[in-house]
């Protein structure tokens, strides 16, 4: 058997009940209780990057491990569903420094072991491709798997681009991750030489082709200059996304969307997702532990209204959320947060999952 190979064959989880994980987890039982009864959704988990490098297998139940939740190990098939996430757009990230036919063929690989995966789970996990399939997979009591690909520069050597994906199987692709990309420059301070140009004239029409497959277009990553092109030619009658970011309102950063970009993408109709990077959000005398979520959050419901904020935690992308959102059994504990703050529970389901099942029904009814 090769290295980093799953061998667990049986998949079965005991959920915990209500009152019980109130307890282990200090919040509400009110809180626990509108967690399972929202539709919870996170717009970007990185997850499937631990089973690549080191064969860490998502069909056993883990603990946070000896880095308690510090930059890998925040989920598996177990604590997502105890946790209540109902659905996710689950990455494939992308090695930028394969060659371009190297990263098209190892994509390929990536998807055919990913979707080994999800028929391991004995249909507790299902493909949703469209907003009738997450309907759908929630139904039956199932996580709705979304399948994104971060970094679209997998597709370059792709014998037809867009079109060489399979079975409509993927809804977003993050047109660049944090290095430069045919398509368009990066965020990141690894923008070098190229930091004050945008998306090239490739990246504009894989923006295209993009919108011809109803594909969520991802600004997430992309540097300001791109951003605006991105948005110049993007079909102004789809929605755009951003799935995992803060925002620069509360904290100036390279990795965190302005004001205008933010009401930009509320304006397509399309959302925000807040990021659990605590190194995103977190400013000098502020909140140190979820609160620093809500204070996006916050910020971004100002901005771009109470339809266009979701929330991405980047899980298992070697990030570091705040010390009460380390793993996929956090989200009654924001949830107790918004109860705390007063928000009302039309608001708190919104951005649970909401918001963005309206954008998908945009996209892909």
């Known amino acids: ?11 079965e989880v005991a959920l915990p009940e209500d009152e019980q994980l109130a307890r282990r987890l ?14 919870v959704i996170d717009l970007h988990v990185d997850t499937f990057i631990p089973p690549r490098l080191w ?7 883990h603990e946070r491990g000896p880095l308690a939740g510090r930059f ?8 997502i569903l105890e946790g209540g996430m109902t659905g996710a757009m689950w990455s494939i990230t992308t090695n930028p420094f394969r060659t371009a036919g190297s990263r098209w063929q190892q994509f390929q690989k990536n998807l055919t072991r990913f979707q080994g995966l999800i028929e391991r789970t004995r249909g507790r996990y299902r493909f949703a491709r469209t907003r009738a399939e ?25 014998p037809e681009g867009v079109a060489s994906l399979p079975d409509q199987l993927v809804t977003r692709v993050t047109l660049v991750h944090l290095t430069n990309s045919v398509y368009g420059v990066t965020s990141s301070p690894l923008a070098g030489m190229k930091r004050g140009r945008g998306l090239t004239g ?20 992309i540097n300001p200059e791109g951003f605006w092109e991105a948005v110049e030619a993007h079909d102004r009658s ?25 009401k930009a993408i509320a304006d397509s109709g399309g959302v925000v997702g807040v990021i659990f990077a605590a190194q995103f959000l977190r400013v000098r005398g502020g909140p140190r532990d979820s609160d620093m ?7 971004a419901l100002k901005v771009g209204g109470e339809d266009a904020v979701a929330l991405g935690s980047d899980y298992d992308g070697a990030i570091t959320p705040p010390p009460d959102l380390r793993d996929g059994l956090a989200w009654p504990r924001l949830v107790q947060r918004m109860l705390d703050r007063g928000w009302k529970t039309e608001r708190i389901q919104k951005i649970l999952g909401k918001n963005f099942l309206a954008s998908f029904a945009r996209l892909r009814p």
């Open 202 to 221: 490739q990246g504009r029409d894989f923006v295209r082709q993009l919108d011809a497959h109803r594909i969520f277009v991802d600004l997430a990553h």
């Open 293 to 299: 979520v809500l204070d996006h959050l916050a910020h």
């Open 26 to 39: 200090g919040v509400s039982l009110e809180a626990v209780q509108l967690t399972r009864k929202s539709d």
């Open 72 to 79: 890998f190990g925040h989920l598996d098939f177990h604590r």
């Open 134 to 158: 997450y309907d759908a997979a929630r139904q039956a009591g199932a996580h709705a798997v979304m399948l994104a690909i971060q970094g679209g520069n997998a597709l370059e050597a792709a």
């Open 1 to 11: 058997m090769s290295p980093g190979a799953l061998t667990t064959t049986h998949f």
């Open 238 to 262: 789809l929605p755009l996304i951003a799935t995992h970011t803060g925002v620069s309102g509360v904290k100036p950063h390279w990795r965190n969307l302005d004001d205008r970009q933010v």
């Open 55 to 61: 064969g860490y297998d998502l069909l056993e139940r």
